[in-house]
């Protein structure tokens, strides 16, 4: 039995009436890997926004099971965060572990954990380094650590590698692939169909409505597919 984590059925997610999410339908269960293709502007990171409830849909839904939005962890868009963010590698880390709890102190324990997630990434050696002077890889490298002491059941990420070199773009999937065998639940949108599809279990290819959910396999064998990645 698959264990479905997360089930949007007919969603959709607007910008004053414009549909950029239109009627799409799709399942990720435990340990999935899913990763969303499409044409810039297609609605992927509307998508995962909404996903995120960081968006209200504007129609159908999206059930949690097991999982509240809060068990999602989220790496964003490498040109999207800041950067002017002053704080030490260590920091950023830890503020994984706010959730939606303010407080001011962190605990022994928080910090334990925020430092196995920095060395998980190979990172530990950057913890009292500035966040602000790392490379792009670096700091996605960050932030998916910071994402993984928020939850370790599922990571969503949007375009991790824009704008990172080759080599980096390739460990930074290896990584991801790792967590994935591990037991995490990959959600990430990608370009990189090279890295990204190699791994991933499902395709949801998007432009605005849906234009393919299934297996890799099933995707590699589809028209749209093939077309897609001529
Ligand atoms: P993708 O991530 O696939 O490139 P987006 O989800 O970012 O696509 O955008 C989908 C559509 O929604 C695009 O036409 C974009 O211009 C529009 N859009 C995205 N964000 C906003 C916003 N904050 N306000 C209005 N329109 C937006
Ligand atoms: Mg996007």
Redesign the pocket.
């Known amino acids: 039995m698959n264990n479905t984590l997360i089930s949007c059925k007919n969603l959709c997610s607007s ?1 004053e009436g ?1 549909k ?1 999410v239109d009627d799409v339908s799709f399942e990720v269960n435990e340990g999935d890997y899913l990763c969303i293709v ?1 044409d ?7 998508l995962l926004k909404t996903i995120l409830k960081l968006k209200t849909p504007s129609g159908g839904s999206i059930t949690y099971n097991n999982l509240k939005a809060d068990d999602i962890g989220y790496v964003s868009q490498a040109k999207d965060y800041m950067n002017n963010f002053p704080a030490s590698v260590f920091e950023v880390v830890l503020t994984g572990l706010l959730g939606s709890k303010f407080k001011l102190l962190y605990t022994k324990n928080d910090k334990k954990i925020a430092m196995e997630k920095l060395e998980l990434l190979g990172m530990e050696d950057f913890k009292s380094k500035s966040f602000n002077n790392l490379s792009g890889g670096q700091k996605q490298r960050v932030l998916l650590a910071r994402a993984l002491c928020k939850t370790k059941k599922i990571i969503v990420l949007d375009e991790p590698t824009t704008g990172i070199d080759k080599e980096t773009t390739k460990i930074l999937y290896f990584i991801v692939e790792l967590l994935n065998k591990q037991g995490v639940t990959i959600i990430t ?1 990608s370009h990189d169909l090279e890295n990204c599809l190699k791994d991933a279990n499902k395709i949801l290819h ?1 432009k605005q409505k849906c234009l393919f959910y299934g297996t890799k396999e099933e995707y590699l064998n589809s028209e749209i597919g093939k077309e897609y990645l001529k």
């Not at 502007?41 to 509307?46: E, I, L, N, Q, R």
């Open positions: 910008y414009f950029a499409g810039n502007g297609s609605g992927k990171s509307t949108v998007m």
